[in-house]
């Protein structure tokens, strides 16, 4: 059997599943004469598709990202016994419209993403994110930081120097090219983002964002840590053609979700897949291409920190719209 046969990509935007809420019938049923009728009928309405969508963040090269992460897909598929498509999304909004709309089942988000996604859905939760290495920038550990880079060799060598220049902050969504910044840089200038830079735009990704610095398509660039290394890796960039000249507080790793709506079973499989996946020998060359060391364990109170930065954000927003 072909170990890739399960592994299909696509971005057809509209798939929709039925979701049965059955709160008001639990509610009503209260004689424990019932109870065992009422947990069954629960158990039924658990979903338990025939085939698992998964998605990962959106980059410049997302089917040669897809590409690596075949190992993991196929591992996904024979610990669960599903066929596993993949949706690329254009953007951050799309994978939160594909969780919130359930049609996408596992998904790979930002931080900020993820807080946005649990917001709108509750039933979008985290399970895992990923344990990185130390890098050339980033630290090991299951965090990253918020980055200012500028090109080796501009006039942009310090934070006064970029003032009216442009700024490339990622995607709206974006944990560390935009929130971050907007609640934490905001308050080493003392006024907002708009206010000092001339222009900011948005690329979609890391990895553009990193290029267009490089290429003077822009002044400056906030990006993620972990995601500037991956630019590296590939031999888009070098460390050297760079100055860093802000680093944010640590934010914590991508998280890694499914639908709670998902049977019970299922999402133990899924777990699973995740967490046990450095032990097998396939996931060697996985995790050196994202440079980390596993997957691990974490929940929805990690992220607290994001939702607070978001709150941070708006506050400084009213302030200065006064």
Not at 189 to 209: C, N, S
Request: proline share 4%; charged share 20%.
């Amino acid at each position: 059997m072909n170990p890739f046969c399960c592994y299909e990509i696509w971005n057809i935007y509209g798939r929709k599943y039925l979701r049965i809420f059955t709160g008001g019938l639990i509610a009503a049923i209260i004689h424990t004469l019932f109870s065992f009728l009422v947990v069954g009928y629960v158990v039924a309405q658990c979903e338990d598709p025939d085939t698992l969508v998964i998605s990962i963040i959106p980059t410049e090269e997302s089917i040669q990202e897809f590409n690596s992460y075949k190992p993991l897909i196929n591992y996904l598929s024979e610990k669960t016994g599903k066929k596993i498509e993949v949706y690329v999304p254009v953007s951050y909004s799309n994978m939160i419209d594909a969780m919130t709309q359930n049609w996408v089942n596992v998904a790979i988000l930002g931080p900020y993403a993820y807080t946005i996604a649990s917001a709108l859905a509750s039933e979008i939760q985290v399970f895992a994110t990923v344990a990185k290495r130390s890098g050339y920038i980033q630290e090991a550990g299951p965090g990253y930081r918020s980055v200012l880079i500028t090109r080796k060799g501009s006039r942009f060598t310090s934070i006064a120097s970029l003032q009216n220049g442009s700024v490339d902050m990622i995607d709206p969504v974006s944990t560390s090219g935009n929130l971050v910044p907007r609640a934490k840089f905001t308050q080493t200038i003392q006024r907002p983002i708009e206010a000092f830079f001339g222009k900011v735009i948005y690329t979609g990704g890391h990895d553009l964002a990193a290029l267009a610095v490089y290429e003077g398509e822009v002044d400056a660039a906030f990006v993620a840590t972990h995601r500037f290394e991956n630019v590296i890796e590939r031999g888009m960039v070098q460390k050297e053609y760079y100055n860093y000249l802000w680093f944010s507080e640590v934010i914590p790793q991508d998280p890694i979700c499914y639908r709670d709506t998902l049977c019970s079973d299922l999402k133990r499989k899924i777990e699973e897949t995740f967490l046990t996946f450095h032990t097998q020998p396939a996931s060697s060359k996985f995790f050196s291409k994202i440079n980390a060391d596993r997957f691990v364990k974490t929940t929805s109170e990690s992220y607290d920190v994001i939702r607070e930065l978001k709150k941070t954000a708006d506050l400084q927003k009213a302030k200065w719209q006064q």
